[in-house]
């Protein structure tokens, strides 16, 4: 059965807990999202990462929950975040030991795919460190999603293998819900940009399987387990907008009880997260590519409008131009054909063009654009 018709939005407790994790905070976390609109928003996933085990498997060779971390068990948890309409995630590995060096799943995925169906586990998150040298790849990860798919519940597989064997080909066929593409993300700019440059042309989505580009870093400022030294309100603006463009999971990572009144706005904006949500999920075209580090990226959104992201992540710190042209979506300049277009971030109406939209942009700033162009005669 097909779990994920668009891409999964949630929180998950990596970027800023790491290990430092317990029942109460991802409890007081479950409540945030309720009580301060990101279920309403659209996110329903709260997952727990590495580090929430016991170091040893028990007498039945089952997984166990670290006791003082979580004294009441996963199945409690579980519980706890179901009533509240929202989804359970948690986290093993491909290997035979977690990143973090906690018992992993290399040899007993059928037992603790069983496993976390009883604890009612909703989304499994499958990592890729200690995984023996004579291994196969792609076949471990085939393993773990049909003892996923027969442990009699509908759990996801999100599989994080950093871009090992080009998953792009593969993680579709081997039945995964999303993969990771890359390695790690940082609360620094230059890590979600590198992410987005690499990664632009190989978002093939469809929807049941999507690229994941890491776990959001907005409203983190530095602080936290991948707390750099942060970036500016502007950065996070691009770094969320290119992540809903291009239709990437978005999982926060940030402490959502007391992200601040611009990161609550800027996770929960509607229109972002609607071209995110887009059902027909097509992967983006490039529209603008005449300097190297400039890109324009159009995407056909469900109801023919299009969604056109510019962005300068040039390394200079001077302003450069982006556009967008009648012809770069296809339609004739000299036709009078016209755009209407929306600036989707700030939601102004930016008015009708014929012939082209150009913008400066400064260093990491982007546009994100809805288009609705309306053709000559008719
Ligand atoms: C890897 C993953 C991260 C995180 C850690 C946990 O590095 O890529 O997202 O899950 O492991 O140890």
């Known amino acids: 059965m097909l779990n994920l018709k668009t891409p999964p939005m949630g929180w998950n407790s990596w970027n800023t807990f790491g290990s430092d994790i317990n029942e109460k905070m991802i409890m007081e976390t479950a409540d945030a999202m309720v009580d301060l609109g ?18 040893e498997r028990d007498s039945e060779g089952k997984l166990v929950p670290d006791h003082n971390k979580f004294p009441r068990g996963m199945k409690y948890l579980a519980d706890y975040i179901h009533q509240k309409g929202l989804k ?18 290399y040899g007993h995925e059928f037992l603790d795919a069983k496993t976390f169906a009883e604890w009612e586990v909703d989304y499994l998150k499958y990592d890729f460190c200690y995984f023996p040298k004579s291994g196969n790849n792609q076949n471990a990860y085939l393993t773990m999603s049909l003892a996923l798919k027969l442990s009699g519940r509908d759990i996801v597989l999100a599989a994080c293998n950093w871009g090992s064997d080009d998953p792009a080909k593969w993680m579709n066929s081997v039945g995964a819900g999303t993969y990771r593409s890359t390695g790690d993300i940082f609360d ?16 093939k989505n469809v929807p049941g399987c999507f690229n994941d580009l890491d776990m959001l870093i907005c409203g983190m400022y530095g602080k936290g387990h991948v707390g750099v030294k942060g970036c500016s309100d502007m950065e996070y603006t691009t770094h969320f907008a290119v992540w809903a463009f291009m239709g990437s999971p978005l999982i926060m990572g940030c402490d959502i009880r007391n992200a601040n009144e611009f990161t609550r706005n800027l996770l929960q904006n509607k229109e972002l997260i609607r071209i995110n949500q887009d059902s027909e999920c097509r992967p983006p075209f490039r529209v603008c590519n005449y300097w190297e580090h400039g890109y324009g990226l ?3 959104l469900d109801n023919n409008d299009y969604a056109v992201l510019l962005v300068n992540l040039h390394d200079k710190e001077t302003k450069e131009q982006v556009y967008v042209t009648l012809d770069d979506l296809g339609f004739r300049t000299a036709s009078n054909s016209e755009m209407e277009i929306i600036d989707v971030v700030s939601g102004e109406n930016l008015g009708t063009f014929n012939d082209c939209l150009n913008v400066m942009l400064e260093k990491n700033e982007c546009r994100l654009l809805r288009i609705k162009v309306k053709p000559a005669n008719g």
Not at 38 to 55: F, L, N, P, R, T
Not at 188 to 203: A, H, L, M, R, Y
């Open 38 to 55: 990101y279920k309403d928003a659209g996110y329903e996933y709260v997952i727990i990462d590495d580090c929430w085990a016991e170091m």
């Open 88 to 105: 359970f995630g948690m986290y093993s590995c491909a290997g035979y030991k977690t990143c973090a060096g906690y018992p992993s799943s």
């Open 188 to 203: 620094v700019p230059k890590s979600f940009t590198d992410i987005f440059e690499n990664q632009w042309d190989n978002c």
């Open 298 to 300: 159009a995407r056909i």
